[in-house]
Every structure is written in C-alpha cells, then in structure tokens.
C-alpha cells in the first residue's frame, strides 16, 4: 500500500486548514464576545444617563442630599469607565480602516506600476 492511500497519516495541509479554521472560530468567538459586551455597556449607559437626568432634575435641597451626590459620583465614575470600554473596543477596527485601504490601494497601484515598468524593459 502507498502513503498516499493510509488513512492514518495526516495531510500537512489538511493539518494547517483546521488550525487557520479553528483560529478563525476563536477569532468569531472573540468578536461575538466583543459585540455582546458593547451592546451591555451602552444600554448601561443609557440607563446610567438616564438616572442622572433625574436626579439633576429634582428640586435642588434634595438634590444636595448627601447620598444623590454620592450617587451622582458613581454614575459619573461609571459612566467614564463604560465611555473608555466602547472607546478601546470601538478603536481598534475603525482607526485602521482608512490606513488599511489605503495600503491596499497604493500597494496594489505601486504593484501594477512595477509590472508595467518591467514589461517595457524587457
């Protein structure tokens, strides 16, 4: 019997497709884990501003109220916390988007240019 025809001798190839493909389903995995939590933290965010909308409504001798004050501080620590989470995770795709295409469009321009100039020399 060949090599070839053993089904117990892995195809390196084969080897390489399930880890890219299992390394691009951790990757998913991330994401929907990503997109989970910023859909958590804005609607926190909505409820937090929400609250505090009324609280800096209410008449002003119960708004200085020490425990609404110290609300109001946590609410606030809050919501910059939950601002700097969707910042950080918001960053990372739409900071490189732009300087990404751009690449691609003048490395392949650059590319095309090569191959016409190499075309003509020889």
Request: glycine share 4%.
């Amino acid at each position: 019997m060949s090599a070839d025809s053993d089904p117990n001798q892995q195809n390196p190839d084969a080897d390489e497709f399930e880890q890219a493909l299992s390394e691009v389903e951790r990757s998913l995995e991330a994401l929907k884990e990503r997109y989970t939590q910023v859909q958590r933290d804005q609607q926190r965010q909505a409820q937090l501003q929400h609250r505090r909308e009324q609280i800096r409504q209410s008449p002003r001798q119960i708004r200085n109220q020490p425990t609404l004050k110290a609300e109001l501080r946590q609410i606030k620590e809050q919501l910059d916390t939950i601002e700097l989470n969707l910042e950080s995770r918001l960053f990372s795709w739409s900071a490189f988007k732009e300087p990404f295409w751009q690449a691609v469009r003048f490395g392949g321009l650059g590319i095309a240019i090569g191959w016409l100039l190499k075309s003509c020399a020889g």
